[in-house]
């Protein structure tokens, strides 16, 4: 058998911690909505379900802003925003240089900033916005267009142990001794967790 299942290290990041966030409505993350009544992540055993189901509804946005722990996810996307920032850099000056003509007309939310500082802030936002997109391929591509993922996750949650050790839980089938999928409790809601451990017998 493989080694233990971890979400998030199919993404092939290392172990992340993850600090605490404040209880209630999750904050809207990288402009996907939330929808708790639908993927609800009150216990380690309702979030491996709603992971279940983000995969079925091929959620990946979902999936990557608000299942995945955040932390790793805000990581991922700040490393892969650096790498994209000179060529969108390079694009936004293009687009701003194109407003700037006589006789192109611009809203004015869509205006880029002259003033340096704005114009750089400008460049991280939509760095990040494209970056994040990037990461969510990779979700896609991991975790939805794989279907022995969706497989392996529902017989964990359908067959699966759970043991919870109140800030973090796992899930153990009794006759595979080297996969688990690994869960964290950030505030009230619980989060796939990066980490990955191999199991001796």
């Known amino acids: 058998m493989r080694k233990i299942l971890a979400l998030a290290v199919l993404l092939g990041a290392a172990t992340i911690t993850v600090g605490q966030q404040p209880d209630g409505p999750p904050p809207i993350r990288y ?5 708790v009544e639908t ?12 992971v279940v189901r983000a995969i079925e509804r091929n959620k990946a946005d979902y999936l990557a802003a608000y299942l995945l722990d955040p932390v790793f996810v805000d990581a991922r996307v700040a490393d892969r925003a650096k790498l994209i920032e000179p060529a969108v850099d390079r694009d936004l000056r ?15 939310e869509e205006k880029l900033p002259l003033e340096p500082k704005l114009f750089d802030i400008a460049v991280r936002e939509e760095a990040n916005r494209r970056a994040f997109k990037l990461v969510t391929k ?3 591509e991991y975790l939805i267009e794989n279907p022995d993922t969706l497989k392996d996750l529902k017989r964990f949650l ?3 142990v ?5 800030e973090s839980a796992s899930v153990a089938l009794k006759d ?10 950030i505030g009230t809601r619980w989060f796939i967790e990066d980490r990955q451990k191999d199991v001796k017998n």
Do not use: I
């Open 31 to 35: 402009a996907v909505g939330t929808n």
């Open 39 to 50: 993927f609800p992540q009150t216990s380690a055993r309702e979030t491996l379900a709603s």
């Open 94 to 108: 293009a687009v701003r240089n194109a407003q700037r003509q006589k006789d192109v007309e611009v809203r004015p």
């Open 138 to 140: 990779d979700v896609r």
């Open 158 to 160: 359908r067959d699966g």
């Open 162 to 166: 759970f043991t919870d050790a109140g």
């Open 176 to 185: 595979v001794k080297d996969r688990q999928v690994f869960l964290k409790k």
